[in-house]
């Protein structure tokens, strides 16, 4: 794998709950597009079963025909038996690259299978990186609080064969619960939610009381209402390393997002301030890579 | 079953010893522990004395290396695991997987527990972390049902401590991002959620408002009782309700499960609250330990004293107390 030249851009799990047909065409979307490596599968809530194991798998296929990159991604929060054979029939695949986003999908790969960790696997300094490099660690996400610095210092000490990947685009994961907070917004229980995420495709906004737009419940995990953005700082997150940057997916215009990447990353034309805004209709932070807080919005 | 107890000063350690904890856990005075607070924890001098009232009653003592270093800072969790292991403690409680294997390299005897912090939710995990880096016990988060626990201890090469009493956290616990989000500072990066140093009151006519970071997080009227601002405990506006949306200001109080938690094999029960006062830390051991011990006498008649309970509801954040995650429809 390449260590050197332009990253490569890859398609982060979808974080919310998309009906089966919406998967299908945003994949099919995404099979003609210019990215380079594809992550598939639930990592939120094991409730949500848009799409089975086989059918997920059919997808990958599709898109390795398609000349991408799959990985497999795990949930993030492992609790039932249920979810534990499931995360065994991923991990146990033999044939995709798998994503662990906990440490139970870390502990089912490691020396088993080559893994990448998702941005819940907590690797937050060097010994961490190398003593997972021993147990087949790939690619590392960096998880989403920790700074350019901290990415510069882990990217130099990688292992040979080990790459970093960057959260560069899209609402940030920033918490889990056994709680489902959609449920709880619609005063139901978690058992019985008459699956209600299928009707926020991007999560359901919680603003504070004076009106800024704060969080985004998606079931059990909250995201940032904000868009974490690092298109504008590209030319820093090439020069520290980045291998490959992550784009997540949102129900509308992903692939602008993409081809924005792509052409800033074949040096053309960035997009301008107001095509930017229309992609993150609440707000653009990057606080985490500079070190601030995760809602701060960037430079202007 | 152990009662594992909170001591944030000395005499939150004194507290907890002559109240009748098993054991004591502290934190030294920087970010390597979880409740990095100002004026909390010990100072060596301080531990060496803690150590010397605790091991007079036969009490252990951990220390909780459980935040997680970044590579300018990896130095100062690696000096704090030597500093822990040359201090004689019993064990150290560490989230991290570079910081247990540093641990398990250069100190293979001092005992290694996994935080609640390492966000190990299974015995699969627990396995791994076992065999990599030789824990022996771990903190399992709270985020699990009582039928879940049950299933990790059965299955667990590791013995189980769960959370008794105390602050609850509703997100799992290592892995919540929230208070960096709105004020650069995490539990994993700096040992605090909601630092004190963000947190800004302010009297206007709408009423009392309360800021973390800038966010606004609640807005109380007149009269209003409020709790520490952790953005989990905020209230916040979702489609046209504003309510807490994600929690209330609750603690955890699992005493009337004291039963099912030793059947199923729990070896120990923990009290959170470090940056507690030694008041709250005497009567919480006080009320555990008897609890404990009624239980261990006779578990088919246990059910919680009424004065037990009115104990921990005066020392409850929000004045009332849930079973969490064990008990299924809280979730």
Not at chain 1, 135 to 141: D, I, K, P, Q, S
């Amino acid at each position: 794998m390449s260590t050197t030249g332009a990253p490569r851009l890859a398609i982060g799990p979808v974080l919310t709950y998309w009906p089966a047909e919406q998967l299908r065409t945003f994949y099919a979307s995404v099979a003609d597009g210019p990215a380079d490596i594809v992550y598939l599968g639930e990592t939120v809530c094991a409730k949500r079963r848009a799409l089975r194991f086989d059918e997920w798998v059919e997808i990958a296929e599709h898109l390795v025909a398609r000349g991408k990159e799959v990985v497999l991604s795990t949930l993030a929060l492992v609790e039932a038996e249920s979810e534990r054979k499931t995360l065994r029939q991923i991990c146990e695949n033999g044939r995709f690259l798998v994503e662990a986003n906990d440490l139970t999908a870390v502990a089912l790969l490691a020396g088993r299978a080559p893994f990448v960790t998702g941005p819940t696997v907590n690797v937050y300094n060097a010994r961490t990186l190398q003593r997972l490099a021993k147990e087949g660690l790939r690619r590392f996400v960096l998880p989403v609080e920790l700074s350019r610095e901290t990415f510069g210092a882990l990217r130099a000490a990688c292992p040979d064969g080990v790459e970093g990947e960057v959260w560069a685009w899209g609402r940030l994961p920033l918490a889990l619960s056994a709680r489902c907070f959609t449920a709880r917004a619609h005063n139901l229980p978690k058992d019985d939610c008459a699956f209600r995420c299928l009707d926020y495709p991007d999560g359901l906004l919680a603003r504070t009381q004076e009106g800024q737009p704060f969080l985004t419940l998606n079931g059990i995990q909250t995201q940032s209402a904000q868009t974490h953005s690092l298109l504008g700082d590209l030319d820093d997150v090439i020069a520290l390393g980045a291998d490959v940057l992550r784009i997540s997916p949102q129900s509308r215009q992903t692939e602008v997002v993409v081809q924005a990447f792509a052409d800033a990353l074949a040096g053309r034309t960035p997009l301008d301030g107001p095509a930017l805004a229309r992609l993150a209709p609440l707000g653009l932070c990057d606080g985490y890579w500079r070190g601030a807080p995760g809602i701060a919005a960037p430079a202007a | 079953m152990e009662l594992v107890c909170p001591a944030g000063s000395l005499p939150a350690l004194k507290a907890a010893v002559e109240a009748g904890a098993n054991a004591v856990y502290l934190g030294f005075r920087d970010a390597t522990n979880a409740r990095h607070f100002p004026g909390l924890n010990f100072t060596d001098a301080q531990i060496d004395e803690g150590l010397r009232l605790a091991r007079a009653r036969g009490v252990k003592v951990y220390v909780a290396l459980n935040t997680y270093p970044q590579p300018h800072n990896w130095a100062q969790w690696a000096a704090a695991v030597d500093r822990a292991a040359a201090l004689g403690v019993d064990a150290i409680i560490v989230a991290d997987l570079g910081v247990l294997d540093y641990a398990a390299d250069r100190h293979p005897d001092l005992p290694r527990h996994l935080s609640v912090q390492g966000s190990a939710t299974t015995c699969e995990a627990l396995a791994f972390l076992h065999a990599r880096f030789g824990i022996r016990r771990a903190v399992l988060p709270r985020v699990l049902s009582l039928a879940q626990v049950r299933q990790v201890v059965a299955h667990s090469p590791v013995s189980i401590e769960v959370f008794g009493f105390g602050s609850l956290c509703v997100m799992v616990e290592g892995r919540c991002l929230l208070s960096s989000y709105a004020t650069g500072k995490s539990p994993n990066t700096c040992g605090a959620c909601s630092p004190a140093e963000f947190v800004r009151w302010e009297e206007t006519p709408a009423g009392r408002t309360t800021r973390l970071g800038g966010v606004l997080i609640d807005r109380r009227a007149a009269g209003e009782t409020a709790g520490y601002p952790t953005l989990c405990k905020g209230r916040y506006r979702v489609g046209d309700s504003t309510y807490y949306a994600i929690e209330e200001p609750t603690s955890l109080n699992t005493l009337a499960l004291l039963p099912e938690l030793m059947a199923l094999g729990v070896v120990a029960v923990k009290i959170e609250g470090r940056q507690r006062s030694p008041a709250y830390v005497r009567d919480v051991t006080t009320t555990w330990r008897r609890a404990i011990d009624a239980c261990a006498r006779d578990a088919a008649h246990f059910a919680p004293r009424p004065e037990w309970l009115a104990t921990l509801g005066k020392v409850s954040e929000g004045a009332q107390t849930t079973f969490g995650a064990l008990h299924r429809p809280w979730q």
